[in-house]
């Protein structure tokens, strides 16, 4: 069975090519559910809803993701509630990005 660490290890390896910070750290991913039958249920956001990679990287969480020894399949829920915000990412995120207040 895949876990939940090793979903978060394949998030952190996916960048959003505006923002030099993987979409983990971002805070894009708002949950992540592993069912019993090994189907991953992640629901996530994006910057905005016109976002330029807002048909892209959706894309690319589900290839990545899927690709997991185990995964047997991925349902991907993109959504803007709550809107994302700086206050949302990481703190290595925020120091990487000069944010550090």
Do not use: H
């Not at 030099?20 to 629901?43: H, M, S, T």
């Not at 995964?71 to 703190?91: N, Q």
Request: one cysteine or more.
């Amino acid at each position: 069975m895949p876990t939940r660490e090793q979903i978060i290890e394949v998030l952190s390896t996916i960048y959003d090519p505006e923002i030099p910070v993987n979409i983990w750290d971002l805070g894009f991913i708002y949950n992540i559910e592993i069912q019993e039958d090994n189907i991953v249920n992640i629901l996530m956001t994006l910057t905005a809803p016109n976002c330029p990679v807002a048909e892209s990287l959706p894309i690319e969480v589900k290839k990545k993701v899927s690709e997991i020894e185990g995964v047997k399949g991925v349902s991907l829920r993109l959504t803007f509630e709550p809107p994302w915000d700086f206050e949302m990412m990481s703190e290595a995120a925020k120091v990487e990005m000069g944010l550090d207040f």
